[in-house]
């Protein structure tokens, strides 16, 4: 099973960017699709963002146009750049495939204020 560390949250103030990244413990090239999540305090984990093998994506109508997916098959890496930060982007954030096969990480969290 492959195992995920979220990396790269931090404190950001509205307008503002941060990347995530997902390191894999194994090689993602055979993993047909993968997702950035996010859970908000209170509220259920959503998925915001996905992206496959072949490198379609799809976002959260809540994030389109601002998050950008990515995945680097030769690094193990799957990345989240994300532009125009609002506090409702203020979230823990997790990486896992699409369906969820792999165990949760700890997680990164991002909060957006000023």
């Known amino acids: 099973q492959v195992q995920l560390v979220e990396s790269g949250g931090g404190l950001v103030q509205p307008g503002g960017s941060l990347r995530l990244s997902c390191a894999a413990s194994?090689?993602?090239?055979?993993?047909?699709?993968m997702g950035w999540y996010r859970q908000a305090p209170g509220k259920e984990r959503v998925l915001v963002a996905a992206i496959t093998s072949g490198g379609s994506t799809n976002y959260a109508e809540s994030v389109k146009g601002r998050f950008t997916i990515s995945r680097d098959n030769a690094k193990n890496t799957m990345y989240l750049q994300m532009n125009s930060l609002k506090p409702e982007d203020t979230a823990v954030y997790y990486c896992n495939t699409l369906p969820i096969l792999a165990s949760w990480g700890q997680g990164t969290q991002v909060t957006v204020s000023s």
């Open positions: 194994r090689s993602i090239a055979t993993i047909n699709a």
